[in-house]
């Protein structure tokens, strides 16, 4: 096959053309994993809520999501009056797009020497080893890539709720931006304390790092648990969705979106889900490691069959981060908007803080191999120290009121002499000084 190609291609042009075909290949598989992501949070808030879930359209209903597309695509498109028409088009790709852009630096599987195969194809350099690596962009810095593309879906969030001509939007786009720049700090912390106990930037470099020790979710518990609170945060997820909260906000800011604009939006937001999974995978849970205490692990360089395990390894653990996601959803109450800045400010951002203090302290005296006592002793610092520190004062007193069960407005509170509050009896039959009692 040499004298029909009258090719030789260098290492370099064989990686860029797998990554290539890595690049589109995943992005196909993404997007599908998007659209299943949906049906898969509407099954298992079913289960939680002990309902079937869509059924009907097609066997166990797995055609759901294309009637769903189909029905994003038929339904008008429609632009209110009073907006900014071309920044109003713009902001659902604004979100889109930094979310495609972050997977490429996110190793899928290890090194596959292809070089039998690059001579059989007659496209070889004599004496030349051809291995390549399953990653979209196998660069130094894909940490830092990968949250300064994250960090980007801000601006569609704000720029849609602008754009809208319209007072909930325009809030909803103001909380999402206080939200996301809060945190972003104490992610951006968390991920410090990893980069700096490895001592590397590089996606493959991290887990590399974690197949010839431990996981850093052992090594880094705490760390782990503000990373992935910040996560939930960074993509709009309850309990953190206070920029869409809709009985407050009705929409949030895509209230005046329709079609498959407003489809766009939540593509959007799976996309982070699947992608943030996916980092969080790399950093914390060892990528296709398979030990988590030691360092008899996977190795990075095997054969096709090797590469599929791998390939299914990183798969499921995502697709684990992915549902833990949405149960979270269906778990935990939306905070108030003060409770999820104070949060922030007041309790991950310290913590953070006192956690990289911690790790520069064992990389100091070179004894990363027990940073989990680190993260211990930071808990034992944080209980007491706790009680110390200033309280905050609660902005939100509770206001006492006639029948309510847990802040009863009492006689000694009230001009109604006799008359007890009804949330004083739990009795079927009410106290008869209460007077009348509604039967509705």
């Known amino acids: 096959m040499g004298s029909a190609l009258n090719l030789q291609l260098s290492p370099q042009t064989v990686q860029i053309l797998v990554s290539v075909a890595l690049i589109a290949a995943m992005l196909h598989v993404l997007l599908g994993a998007c659209a299943y992501a949906i049906m898969l949070e509407r099954k298992l808030s079913a289960w939680m809520q002990d309902r079937l879930g869509p059924n009907r359209v ?100 704000s720029l849609g709720g602008w754009a809208s001509n319209n007072k909930w939007s325009f809030l909803g786009g103001l909380r999402a931006s206080a939200q996301m720049i809060s945190y972003e700090i104490p992610m951006g912390l968390t991920l410090l304390c990893v980069v700096l106990a490895a001592g590397t930037v590089s996606p493959y470099g991290l887990v590399e790092q974690q197949l010839s020790g431990q996981w850093n979710l052992l090594q880094q518990p705490l760390a782990a648990i503000i990373f992935y609170t910040c996560l939930l945060a960074e993509s709009n997820r309850a309990p953190f969705d206070l920029a869409e909260a809709e009985s407050e906000l009705i929409g949030g800011f895509h209230t005046e979106y329709s079609s498959m604009k407003f489809a766009m939006f939540f593509l959007g937001e799976y996309f982070h889900i699947i992608t943030g999974s996916a980092f969080f995978v790399v950093i914390f849970l060892g990528g296709w490691s398979i030990n988590p205490f030691t360092h008899h692990d996977l190795p990075v360089v095997g054969g096709p069959l090797l590469m599929l395990a791998q390939f299914v390894i990183v798969f499921t653990k995502v697709a684990l981060m992915v549902s833990l996601t949405m149960a979270v959803r269906w778990t935990v109450p939306r905070f108030r908007f003060d409770q999820l800045m104070r949060l922030s400010w007041e309790g991950l951002i310290p913590i953070s803080l006192l956690l990289l203090l911690t790790v520069s302290f064992f990389v100091y005296f070179d004894v990363v191999s027990y940073l ?18 200033a309280g905050h004062l609660e902005a939100n007193q509770r206001v006492r009121m006639i029948g309510s069960r847990f802040s009863p407005l009492t006689d000694s509170d009230s001009t109604l002499a006799n008359r007890p509050s009804v949330a004083l009896d739990d009795s079927a039959i009410p106290d008869p000084r209460q007077g009348m009692i509604s039967s509705h």
Do not use: C, H
């Open 58 to 157: 097609g066997p166990m209903g797995l055609l759901q999501p294309i009637a769903d597309g189909l029905k994003f695509l038929m339904k008008e498109d429609y632009n209110p009056v009073g907006v900014d028409k071309w920044l109003f088009i713009l902001a659902p790709t604004f979100i889109i797009i930094p979310a495609l852009m972050g997977f490429v630096v996110l190793p899928w599987a290890g090194e596959l020497d292809i070089t039998p195969l690059i001579n059989w194809l007659g496209v070889g350099v004599a004496n030349t080893a051809y291995p390549v690596r399953f990653i979209g962009a196998d660069i130094n810095i894909g940490v830092i890539y990968l949250i300064a593309t994250a960090a980007m879906g801000v601006y569609g969030v």
């Open 372 to 389: 989990w006592l680190g993260s211990l002793g930071a808990m034992v610092v944080i209980y007491f120290l706790k009680p110390v520190l």
